[in-house]
């Protein structure tokens, strides 16, 4: 969580792999399985951080930009057996959050119409409804979890 002006390309890299490459490379090992099975479900986490470039340290809202590209683009590819969806949670009480401080909880809860921080609980409940057949007709879409912010 720096600027790129004191961003190592090692720190930079990770994070990618933290947050991006680590997902395509489940994808790459659970996919066949999936579609020899005939159907699967995969959900990837994204964030609010990946619907404008405005918010967020540059390597964390890059890898949030990216995912929300992987994703659309695996669901094209991994269709029709496997619905690929993803989740762009807003501030949601994580250590993380709790990590960055009392300036950045104020600012996110202000920027939210419910005027709170989100519960895991919260992303959960989509994640279950993503990963069931009553998602049957989403695919490629990215939920925003985020109590109303404006990206």
Not at 25 to 38: D, F, H, N, R, S
Request: glycine content about 10%; charged content about 15%; some cysteine.
């Amino acid at each position: 969580m720096k600027p790129i002006t004191e961003l190592s390309v090692e720190e930079f890299v990770q994070v990618m792999n933290v947050n991006l490459t680590s997902a395509f490379i489940l994808t790459k090992l659970c996919a066949p399985i999936m579609k020899e099975k005939g159907e699967g479900h995969i959900i990837n986490t994204s964030s609010v951080a990946g619907c404008a470039a405005h918010w967020g340290p540059i390597a964390y809202c890059t890898s949030k930009h990216a995912m929300n590209g992987l994703t659309k683009a695996m669901a094209l590819e991994l269709g029709p057996e496997i619905h690929v969806n993803g989740i762009q949670p807003g501030a949601i009480m994580t250590a993380m959050f709790d990590e960055a401080g009392g300036p950045v909880v104020d600012f996110m809860t202000s920027r939210s119409p419910l005027g709170r921080v989100g519960q895991g609980s919260e992303i959960a409940t989509v994640a279950l409804f993503l990963a069931t057949s009553d998602s049957s007709f989403v695919d490629g879409q990215l939920l925003r979890v985020d109590g109303g912010v404006d990206c």
